[in-house]
């Protein structure tokens, strides 16, 4: 199973591409993790963040793959803790799609995205920068994915 972060915005610290990688790096074959980045839309003082929100979500739909399970993240969306995230993981393993995971930028996800998507996964009811959301998921995926394999990682 192949599991594409796609993710609104560009050029970020190399702290978070570091993080992001050591723990993307550590999935197994069977569970890639991939990141695409998505420009943030156009925003400026005479434009509408919600045409901007609804370009965004464009491009995040556009860059889904046909037939895969598509997770917005949303802070309305139900919390799961680590061992209920390694449960969720392994139905996505049975299920046998792809799975895209949306990260809105700051103004959130287009409806588009929110009706699209299959589940709705919030991280924390904190407000979570962007670029550490990337992060966090990576390692959680890691450590879901250690769990169910009985890997030594997660220690609870």
């Known amino acids: 199973m192949n599991i594409k972060l796609i993710a609104v ?5 190399a702290w978070v591409s570091e993080g992001y990688q050591e723990y993307a790096r550590r999935l197994p074959h069977e569970c890639t993790l ?7 839309g156009q925003r400026s003082r005479s434009g509408s963040v919600q045409r901007a929100v ?18 917005a993240l949303d802070v309305e969306g139900r919390s ?5 995230l390694a449960e969720q993981l392994g139905l996505w393993l049975q299920d046998g799609r792809d799975v895209a995971l949306l990260v809105g930028g700051p103004d959130g996800l287009a409806p588009d995205c ?32 250690s769990i169910i394999s009985g890997h030594p990682y997660h220690r609870a």
């Not at 991939?34 to 943030?40: A, G, Q, W």
């Not at 464009?58 to 399970?69: C, D, P």
């Not at 799961?80 to 209920?84: C, E, F, H, K």
Request: no cysteine; hydrophobic share 40%.
């Open 54 to 71: 609804g370009e965004e979500g464009r491009r995040m739909l556009a860059a889904t793959g046909t037939g895969q399970r598509v997770i």
């Open 114 to 145: 929110l009706q699209r998507a299959e589940q709705r996964w919030s991280l924390s009811p904190l407000t979570l920068p962007h670029p550490l959301v990337r992060v966090v998921l990576a390692e959680q995926l890691y450590r879901a994915w």
């Open 80 to 84: 799961w803790s680590t061992g209920q």
């Open 34 to 40: 991939s990141l695409t980045e998505i420009p943030l």
């Open 9 to 13: 915005g560009t050029r970020m610290p």
